[in-house]
């Protein structure tokens, strides 16, 4: 006890805990800045913006985008505090602040997992990538989502190819960059369940897209998903 003490002590001497939005010592988000977070309270058609129970995709956006998924719930816009947040945890890999972002997510989801009971699955990355980072940002977070909830869950998702930067392509081109890009290593443990996706932040939901059609392939009843930010 008294090392473990004398240990964060001298942590915190050499790396000091600071706020990465404001800069103020002690932790790397205070309750000022978390209380600037905007949070999404109201859930929404994730294509054309218009109230939907749940987050399901509304009628006339099933109808034209034939979505895998059946509902899509963000915590909240990638902007200000929650961009800093996202930023600092995925490229700065201050993994701390997981913390705080598996407790949004779960309070975006709250009043659906106790009913479904869905099984956590994050949205995969390439090992390339992740050697580089040192760790899945969506695993982490759908590890913690799972405590949280008490529910199931794992790593039935693969990213097999390395894709191009989804960034500055279409709609339609980030669909194609994504095909064939990920598979399913785990049918047992979706076939007919619920699936909880979790990412980091959708632009187009074209990677959400193609996991649900992976896991809707091997299996999964429904798929559901669940974001940190919707950009
Ligand atoms: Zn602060
Ligand atoms: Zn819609």
């Excluded at 978390?34 to 995709?57: A, N, Q, V």
């Excluded at 902007?79 to 996202?86: R, T, Y």
């Excluded at 949280?148 to 998702?157: Q, T, Y």
Aim: charged share 20%; with cysteine.
């Amino acid at each position: 006890m008294l090392l473990a003490l004398l240990t964060n002590f001298l942590l915190d001497l050499v790396y000091p805990k600071l706020c990465i939005n404001c800069g103020k010592y002690g932790s790397f988000l205070c309750f000022n800045c978390y209380e600037k977070i905007d949070p999404c309270h109201t859930d929404l058609c994730f294509y054309c913006g218009r109230i939907s129970k749940h987050g399901e995709i509304c009628p006339l956006c099933k109808k034209k985008y034939k979505p895998y998924f059946r509902s899509v719930r963000w915590c909240g816009n990638y902007s200000g505090v929650l961009k800093e947040i996202i930023h600092h945890y995925k490229y700065d890999g201050i993994i701390e602040l997981s913390e705080v972002l598996s407790q949004l997510a779960y309070n975006r989801i709250i009043n659906c997992v106790n009913q479904k009971q869905p099984i956590i699955v994050p949205v995969p990355i390439h090992r390339s990538k992740e050697q580089m980072r040192g760790f899945n940002q969506s695993e982490l977070i759908a590890r913690k989502l799972s405590e949280l909830c008490g529910n199931n869950g794992g790593l039935a998702l693969v990213r097999i190819k390395n894709t191009a930067t989804q960034v500055g392509l279409s709609k339609l081109q980030r669909a194609s960059n994504v095909a064939g890009s990920i598979v399913c290593r785990d049918g047992e443990l979706v076939r007919s369940k619920t699936v909880l996706l979790v990412d980091d932040v959708a632009t187009t939901g074209a990677t959400l897209n193609e996991c649900a059609k992976v896991l809707r392939a091997s299996g999964a009843k429904r798929v559901e998903a669940v974001v940190l930010a919707r950009d």
